[in-house]
C-alpha cells in the first residue's frame, strides 16, 4: 500500500460509506445503523459524485498535462476542466449532484466561450470541495500554482469565495498530509493558520473576506464538542450537530477536520463515524477518507476496498497507477 492508494481509496470509501446516509436524519441513522452495530459491508456498495467528479477531475489533469505530466500549468487549464465536466453531466452518470452544480454544468453546455462567466452560480455548497482531496497529490501542479488552480476547478460551478478556500484548503490538506509536514490531530490548528495567514496577504472584496470569516466560524465550532466525544458512543455525538448540517463546503471540511483529528489512530473508525453524520455524510466521508488515507503508509482499509463496484475500483486503480508515476 502508498499513501497515494489509502487517500485515492480513503475518499471512495467515506464517499461509499457516507452515500448510504446521506440526507438522513440522526435519530434515523442511529435506529438503522447505530446501536454498536458495525460499518455495513455484506454488500457492494455505490459510490455518488464525489468519487465520479474527482476521477474526472483526474482524468482531465491526464489530458492536460499529459502521461508523461510534461505541460506547465496555466489558467487555460479550465476549458479543459469545463469540457470534462460537461460531458461527465451529459452521460447521465452523476449520482446525487447538487442542483448549483447541475445547473452550472447545463448552462456551460449551452455557450462554453468563459467557464467562470457562463456557468458558476452563487453557491456555498459542497460540490466544489469533494472533488478536492486528490488535487492535492498531483505533485506536478506545484504549491505555488495550488490556490490558483483551486479558483480554476472550484469556479466552474460555485462562484463563491467560501467554495474556493474550502477546496484549497482541502487540497492543501491532503498534500501536507501526503508530504509528512502535518499530521492528523493538527488539521485544524493548520488550515486556522493558513486562512489567517490568506486574509494578512490577500486584497479581497468585503464579501470574500466574509466567507473566509465564515469557514473560521466553522473551525472554530470544533471546540463546542463534548470533551472526549470520539470516545463516546456513535449513537451519542452527531458532529454536524456542531459544525453544521446544510451541506455548505465550509460547513463539510470543518466536520471532516474535527473526525480526521480526533480519529488518527482509527481510520476505519473515523469512516463509521463520518457515516453516522447528519446530512451531507457521504462529502464528510469523502474528505475524512482522503485525510487519513493521505496520512498512512501501511494498509489501513484491509479489505474494505472489495465492496466497492468493480467497475469503480478498475477507475481508481488508474487514478492511482497516474498518480504514483
Not at 468563459?114 to 453557491?123: F, K, L
Not at 485544524?188 to 486584497?203: G, K, P, S, V
Request: with cysteine; aromatic share 10%; proline share 3%.
Amino acid at each position: 500500500m502508498s499513501k497515494i492508494r489509502n487517500a485515492v481509496y480513503g475518499l471512495a470509501l467515506g464517499d461509499a460509506f457516507g452515500f448510504i446516509t446521506e440526507r438522513m436524519r440522526f435519530p434515523k441513522i442511529v435506529e438503522k445503523y447505530g446501536n454498536g452495530q458495525y460499518l455495513p459491508t455484506d454488500k457492494t456498495l455505490q459510490v455518488s459524485d464525489d468519487t465520479q467528479m474527482s476521477i474526472v477531475l483526474i482524468d482531465s489533469l491526464r489530458r492536460y498535462f499529459g502521461e508523461d505530466k510534461s505541460a506547465e500549468y496555466s489558467s487555460e487549464i479550465k476549458y479543459t476542466l469545463m469540457n470534462d465536466f460537461v460531458g461527465w453531466m451529459a452521460s447521465g452518470e452523476p449520482r446525487g449532484a447538487g442542483k448549483a452544480t447541475i445547473n452550472s454544468l447545463k448552462a456551460l453546455k449551452k455557450d462554453r466561450s468563459d467557464p467562470h462567466a457562463y456557468g458558476s452560480v452563487d453557491s456555498k455548497g459542497s460540490g466544489t470541495v469533494m472533488r478536492a482531496p486528490w488535487v492535492g497529490l498531483c505533485s506536478f501542479i506545484p504549491d505555488k500554482a495550488l490556490e490558483n488552480f483551486s479558483w480554476q476547478h472550484s469556479r466552474i460551478t460555485h462562484d463563491s469565495a467560501s467554495t474556493t478556500y474550502s477546496a484549497y484548503l482541502t487540497s492543501l490538506i491532503t498534500r501536507r498530509l501526503y508530504d509528512g509536514t502535518l499530521q492528523c490531530g493538527e488539521i485544524r490548528e493548520f488550515a486556522l493558520a493558513t486562512l489567517n495567514d490568506i486574509i494578512a496577504t490577500h486584497t479581497f472584496e468585503p464579501e470574500e473576506v466574509n466567507d473566509i470569516f465564515e469557514i473560521i466560524g466553522f473551525l472554530d465550532r470544533i471546540d463546542y464538542l463534548p470533551e472526549n466525544w470520539a470516545g463516546m458512543s456513535l449513537d451519542d455525538v452527531d458532529v454536524t450537530t456542531y459544525t453544521g448540517t446544510f451541506g455548505r463546503g465550509d460547513m463539510v471540511l470543518a466536520g471532516a477536520i474535527a473526525i480526521a483529528d480526533a480519529y488518527a489512530e482509527d481510520p476505519i473508525g473515523g469512516l463509521h463515524r463520518a457515516m453516522m453524520s447528519d446530512g451531507d455524510s457521504d462529502t464528510i466521508g469523502a474528505l475524512v477518507g482522503a485525510f487519513l488515507g493521505a496520512s498512512y503508509e501501511d494498509d489501513i482499509w484491509e479489505d474494505l476496498p472489495e465492496i466497492l463496484e468493480e467497475e469503480y475500483k478498475q477507475r481508481l486503480e488508474r487514478v492511482i497507477y497516474y498518480l504514483e508515476l
